[in-house]
């Protein structure tokens, strides 16, 4: 079983509909990352979160940390917001390296 | 600043060659992630480095190796490369520490190995 579950896999929206991504742990966790990867691109950070919700322009994060899952909102969704969704995790222990254990992905495809 | 950056970009290998992929970062981090891309999976760890001069195996670490001899610097080696290694690769860097910091990645290298 994956440690990060991310659902849908594939999402297709029309431009302007609201999207929802979600993320599942099984493991204790320091913090959850959201990143965004663009075809052939490199991957930028969206949101770090240990408690509660970010927000930033359209984009929202939020994350519950008792039931293990961290949702990824995208209000007036645009054809620029396709892209693959990633979520990953950093483990809770002491000597924690810090690495991020990473969800598949969700690729999003906004049509105009 | 440049962040993280990769080179190559892009390299298609023969089986059996060798090669080193250069990460390099100018936001005195600490530690610093070798991470493969395949399609169908979330990224996985090869190779970490918690600070200079030490490295340590991840998940996938098998037919890699690594060194740290500068702060800013986290190469990957592969000896004898095989058609299983072809994947994007991906560095990436954090602070480092007991608390969580943002990751910054590099743009990526997509290898080929025939």
């Known amino acids: 079983k994956n440690e990060v579950e991310q659902s849908p896999q594939n999402l297709t929206a029309q431009e302007g509909e609201f999207i929802t991504i979600n993320c599942s742990y099984s493991v204790g966790i320091s913090a959850l990352h959201w990143l965004q990867q663009h075809p052939g691109g490199g991957i930028v950070s969206l949101f770090m979160l240990s408690s509660g919700k970010k927000k930033h322009g359209r984009l929202i994060a939020t994350i519950n940390i008792q039931e293990k899952h961290s949702s990824l909102h995208i209000t007036a969704s645009h054809p620029r917001d396709s892209a693959v969704y990633i979520c990953a995790v950093r483990l809770d222990y002491g000597g924690s390296q810090g690495n991020l254990i990473f969800g598949k992905g969700t690729k999003l495809s906004v049509k105009p | 600043n440049a962040g993280v950056t990769q080179t190559p970009k892009f390299r298609v290998l023969k089986t059996g060659q060798s090669m080193t992929l250069l990460c390099a970062q100018d936001?005195?981090?600490?530690?610093m992630y070798w991470y493969r891309q395949d399609p169908g999976m979330g990224l996985r760890l090869i190779h970490y480095?918690?600070?200079?001069?030490?490295?340590a195996k991840g998940e996938v670490p098998d037919g890699y190796n690594v060194s740290r001899l500068k702060k800013q610097n986290f190469l990957l080696g592969l000896e004898s490369a095989a058609p299983s290694q072809t994947s994007v690769y991906f560095c990436?860097?954090?602070?480092?520490?007991?608390?969580?910091?943002?990751?910054?990645f590099g743009p990526g290298t997509r290898l080929t190995v025939t």
């Open positions: 936001m005195n981090h600490e530690y």
């Open positions: 990436a860097s954090t602070h480092g520490g007991v608390q969580p910091s943002e990751q910054y």
């Open positions: 480095s918690v600070g200079e001069g030490t490295t």
